[in-house]
């Protein structure tokens, strides 16, 4: 087991899960776009060498699908990541006390004024954006350098499109940590799960039938 990529793994999720969940009680989505979108561009610079900077249980589903890790890195990363979420938001509600219900219910990525249905579509339509980039500017190694900013701005652009509409999580770890802790995890859950793993392995396999002919190893192979 690949400790080293492990703990890369958890800070860059615990690390988002924070940042983003403190950014969001500014009220302002842009707040939570761009906090989001930067932490994870310097998260992905940081750890792309140890551990490919997953970061998402998606991501982690599409690379594994795509013959990019083995199971057995699939589940400790997922486990990882999940920890890592949660682990965020507890220290949330330790810092902050009472006023940590109102932090982490307003930081959770919530379902708007619409359906589950239209919610789950965006969150998938945003993953499959999100999925592509990846793919196109880390995965791929005939891209160019600047990955992270790449993947960092897209999650910024999708956050403001789409999380009027679903909260914009497009990572599974993202809506779990924060709705665990402050007891909003429900039915309605299954949107964040449905739609981004749908979204991430349809946008990887198109781009990897499409694009990526030799199966390319990446460092997320721990």
Excluded at 124 to 153: E, H, N, Q, S, W
Aim: charged share 10%; glycine share 8%.
């Amino acid at each position: 087991m690949n400790f080293k990529a492990l703990y890369a793994e958890f800070i860059g999720v615990f690390s988002l899960i924070f940042v983003a969940v403190l950014a969001a009680s500014n009220t302002e989505i842009v707040a939570d776009a761009f906090a989001s979108g930067l932490l994870i561009a310097a998260m992905i610079g940081a750890f792309i060498s140890h551990s490919g900077a997953h970061f998402n249980p998606a991501v982690s589903l599409a690379l594994l699908l795509t013959k990019r890790i083995d199971f057995k890195t699939f589940s400790s990363y997922v486990v990882v990541q999940f920890l890592a979420a949660i682990a965020a938001a507890f220290l949330i509600k330790y810092l902050f006390g009472t006023e940590s219900d109102w932090l982490l219910a307003v930081g959770t990525p919530r379902i708007g004024q619409t359906d589950l249905t239209v919610a789950m579509i965006a969150e998938g339509v945003g993953t499959f954006i999100l999925l592509t980039v990846i793919f196109a500017t880390a995965v791929d190694k005939r891209a160019p350098k600047g990955a992270p900013l790449y993947i960092g701005f897209t999650i910024v652009f999708l956050i403001l499109a789409i999380g009027p509409i679903s909260g914009g999580a497009f990572n599974p770890a993202r809506h779990v940590g924060p709705a665990l802790v402050s007891g909003k995890l429900d039915a309605t859950s299954i949107v964040y799960f449905i739609g981004p793993c749908v979204g991430a392995v349809l946008a990887a396999l198109i781009y990897d039938n499409l694009y990526l002919k030799d199966k390319q190893e990446t460092p997320a192979e721990a």
